[in-house]
């Protein structure tokens, strides 16, 4: 399967708990999105990386959350002490950059965040 | 966070039946997108447009970038059971984010 994944799918966490999540992008592309999307909505943007380097943050992106793509491959979202508002799906697609053709972004199954 | 206008809100169709929907946005945008989300996964894409008034299609889907830039519509034509999920439009202007619209739910009745 060469689309984009991410784990785990589920995690149930108490509140005020660390969680992190993975995302491995198509192996290809050269950016990496993280969204997150709250029961009833469409996905909102949070960060998107260029390779390594992290370019844009949403005002979404508190300082609890944090996410890193070190090599430039793989990527993952932390979120420090959690809260019950943190519940959602945490989306991560990834698109190939200019100039290596369709740079359209594709989606990963996402991981479902419960904070009880 | 913005999000895009869509409407229907829901839709309840029998099998064979064509479905339209729209996207409003009050600013304009230079690529409009339409995924299709089933539940617990992941937006898949369905059609992606570039020019104000273009009209493209991929099967029984067709899309249309507005004149105006600032809205887009999609049609589904003899709708079958597996078009059953939630379809998102999404804009991007000059920026690798996309703006996502609030959904519109298909049923689609035997």
């Known amino acids: 399967d060469t689309g984009v994944s991410q784990n785990p799918r589920h995690k149930i966490t108490k509140r005020g708990q660390n969680v992190t999540f993975r995302c491995d992008p198509i192996?290809?592309?050269?950016?990496l999105y993280w969204y997150r999307q709250t029961l009833g909505q469409g996905p909102e943007f949070l960060t998107y990386?260029?390779?390594?380097?992290?370019?844009?943050k949403s005002r979404l992106l508190s300082d609890r959350f944090s996410a890193e793509r070190p090599k430039g491959s793989f990527s993952t979202l932390e979120i420090q002490r959690t809260e019950q508002g943190d519940s959602a799906m945490y989306l991560c697609?990834?698109?190939?950059?200019?100039?290596?053709?369709?740079?359209?972004?594709?989606f990963g199954p996402g991981t479902r965040l419960t904070v009880t | 966070g913005q999000q895009l206008n869509q409407s229907p809100q829901s839709m309840f169709i029998q099998e064979g039946e064509d479905v339209s929907m729209n996207c409003t946005s009050s600013?304009?945008?230079?690529?409009w997108l339409w995924y299709k989300q089933d539940p617990g996964e992941g937006p898949v894409l369905l059609i992606a447009?570039?020019?104000?008034?273009e009209l493209t299609s991929n099967g029984r889907l067709t899309a249309q970038f507005g004149i105006t830039r600032k809205d887009s519509f999609l049609n589904i034509s003899a709708s079958i059971p597996s078009d059953v999920g939630i379809y998102f439009c999404?804009?991007?202007?000059?920026?690798?984010?996309?703006?996502f619209g609030t959904g519109t739910r298909l049923q689609v009745f035997p």
């Open positions: 447009l570039y020019k104000a008034g």
């Open positions: 192996s290809e592309h050269n950016r």
């Open positions: 697609a990834s698109s190939a950059g200019p100039g290596q053709g369709s740079y359209e972004q594709y």
């Open positions: 990386f260029q390779n390594e380097a992290q370019l844009e």
């Open positions: 999404a804009g991007r202007y000059n920026t690798d984010k996309l703006i």
């Open positions: 600013s304009i945008f230079n690529t």
